[in-house]
Each structure stands twice: as C-alpha cells, then as structure tokens.
C-alpha cells in the first residue's frame, strides 16, 4: 500500500535488473570450475575451465562478464547516494553501513566457501575509492575512470585491477545522466554497440592467435584478455538494451529480470550449489564444457524458478533484504503489497 514502505522512491530501471541478470549467467558459467577446483592455489587461476580446449569460453564468457557486474556497483552506488540525500541527513554514513555489510558478508563467504569471493573486493574498493569520490565533481571521477581503467590494462594488475575504474565510471554515468536514460534510447545503445563491436573484433582476433601459438604468458596477450573483456561486455550490455526496446523485450525481462532482482542471493547461493554438485559428481578437473554448461544451467534454472516464486509475494530477495535493513539501520517491509513500487537504490 503507499505507505507502508519507509523508503519510498522511484520504480526500478528494469533494464538494470536484466543487465544485472544477464552478467550472473555469465559470471557463473565461468565460475562454475573454479568453484568447484579443490586446490586453493588454482581457484582463482581456473578462471580458464580445465582441459585447455574451452577456447570459446575464453573468448566469449571468461572475464565479459564481471566487468558488467562492476560497472552495474557503481551505478548502483551513485543511485543510493541519490536516494540517501533525499532522505536522511547524513547520506555517506547509509553508504558505509552498506559497504561495511557487504564487506562482512563478503569475508564469510571467502573464508567459507570460496577464495575466488569478490565481494570483498568490491566492499575494500567501495570504501577506499567509490565512497571519497562521492566528494568530487563528476568531471574528476569520469577522468580517474579512465586513467584507472587504462592503467590497469597497461601495467596488467589482473582483472581485480579494473574494479576501481570500472566502479567510478558507473558513478560517472550516473552522475551525468546517461543511466536515467537508458530506457528511453535506442539508436545510443545500439552505435555504442556497433563502434565496441568493430574494436573488440581486432582484439579478439590477437587474443586467438596468442591461445594458438600457446603465448598467453607475454604482454600482449596480457593486454588482449582484459581489453577485450571490456569492449565485449560492453557489446553484450548494448545489445540487450537495444533489445529491450524492440517487441522481444519480454523475452529478456522474463528471462533475467528475477535473477538480476536477486543477484547477491542467486550469486552466493550459486556457490553452495556449485559445491554440493562437486561433491556428489566429483572430479571437476575432468568436467568438460558440456558438463560446466548443464551444471550451470540447471543451477540458473533452479534460481530463476525460486527467485521468480519469490519476487511475487516479496518486494526483495532475502538476502537484499536483509542488507537493505542494515544499510538503512531501519527494518524494511518485505511482503509485496497492493503498491508494489521498488526504490531503484534499495
């Protein structure tokens, strides 16, 4: 009902969602074999799924999709930010309650279930360079952006590396308008695709030639991997919101749209499944790409069947709830009432 929820705001941007919905898919199926590698000290490393013959996976899943999920923080930050001012005095302290939950959920879930956890990273990043820069103009964040992101892709500090600039320039997006508007456009999404599609087809090319020759270890493929992640998720991101405005945009919306609701449940809980198949199938060193696709999709389907369930009687996924009321110190209603309006920060 209209009153009933402490922190009203404006309805969802849908699109995010389905983003967000979308980048889990990918994430997991290229989690699912370092989630279920044994050895500590290739957990991390088996971002390549095991057997060497996944070339594909390398091109089009390993390291596309975890950018989206990077930028997709910093949008979702900077949209908080927004919302907190409009409602409480002190809208930096609603930050770090945030990051300072994610932070503890992150470490539980490193220590206990996973050494590959990046939340961690994100809640360290959040705090050390997306919550400063909420006191700099956008021009300033839009420019470390790019400097971050162009030095982390120079002096190869791994994909952990890209995180500070990818989270700033999902605040820069935010803070300059262009994510408001992402519902309303069609031909901007789809020449940004176009122009990232024609950079990412050279760069994909070279990262393939590397894989044949067996040089992944020099610099240039060190540079070609990561680049070419970025151009390529952000083809996948301008493809589906051109999608989204053409009449097969229920397709995507039924298909993402409750996982990306209910990403941080859907992503933690992936890993306990991901686990529980390990131990029962065993030997994830020997599964083969089909394997790692059917234990992904059955895992998806699962997820998107019990988020679908849930969403219809709860505004939020439990475990969004539950980082939701201890972000706004406040306990938020979670059953769906006759007003099923969502803030878009929550």
């Known amino acids: 009902m209209p009153g009933d929820d402490p922190y009203p705001g404006r309805p969802r941007l849908v699109a995010l969602d389905v983003v967000r919905g979308f980048a889990l ?8 074999a370092p989630i279920a590698n044994v050895d500590p000290a290739a957990v991390v490393s088996a971002a390549r799924p095991p057997g060497g013959a996944l070339d594909w996976m390398q091109l089009f899943v390993a390291l596309r999709f975890f950018p989206i999920f990077s930028l997709l923080f910093g949008i979702g930050f900077s949209l908080l930010l927004t919302s907190a001012t409009h409602r409480c005095a002190r809208p930096r302290l609603v930050l770090l309650r945030r990051l300072v939950v994610l932070l503890a959920i992150g470490l539980a879930h490193l220590f206990l279930l996973w050494r590959g956890d990046i939340l961690t990273v994100y809640a360290a990043v959040g705090l050390l360079v997306l919550l400063p820069s909420t006191w700099l103009p956008r021009w300033v964040v839009a420019g470390l952006a790019a400097v971050l992101l162009t030095a982390a892709l120079l002096l ?3 994909h952990f590396a890209m995180v500070p ?6 605040s820069a997006l935010t803070r300059y308008g262009v994510v408001a508007g992402i519902e309303r456009s069609t031909r901007a999404p789809a020449v940004l695709g176009l122009v990232l599609a024609a950079g990412a087809a050279p760069v994909l090319w070279l990262q393939a030639q590397f894989e044949r020759s067996g040089d992944v270890d020099g610099w240039g493929f060190r540079l070609c991997y990561p680049l070419a992640g970025l151009l390529l998720a952000g083809v996948y991101v301008c493809a589906l ?8 945009r229920a397709a995507p919306r039924v298909l993402f749209e409750p996982l990306g ?29 089909t394997t790692v696709l059917v234990i992904a999709g059955a895992i998806l389907a699962v997820q998107w069947l019990w988020s679908t369930c849930w969403l219809r009687h709860c505004r939020q996924g439990p475990l969004e709830w539950l980082w939701r009321w ?19 920060a929550g």
């Open 25 to 32: 898919c990918g994430v997991l199926v290229a989690n699912v």
């Open 156 to 158: 190869d500090g791994g």
């Open 165 to 170: 600039g990818l989270f700033l320039l999902g």
């Open 241 to 248: 919101l051109v999608l989204l405005r053409t009449p097969l």
């Open 261 to 289: 609701r209910m990403a941080l449940t859907n992503y933690l809980t992936a890993t306990v499944l991901v686990l529980g198949v390990a131990a029962v199938h065993g030997h994830p060193e020997r599964w083969s790409t």
């Open 326 to 344: 201890a972000t706004w110190a406040r306990r938020p209603p979670l059953r769906r009432g006759p007003d099923h309006r969502v803030a878009v």
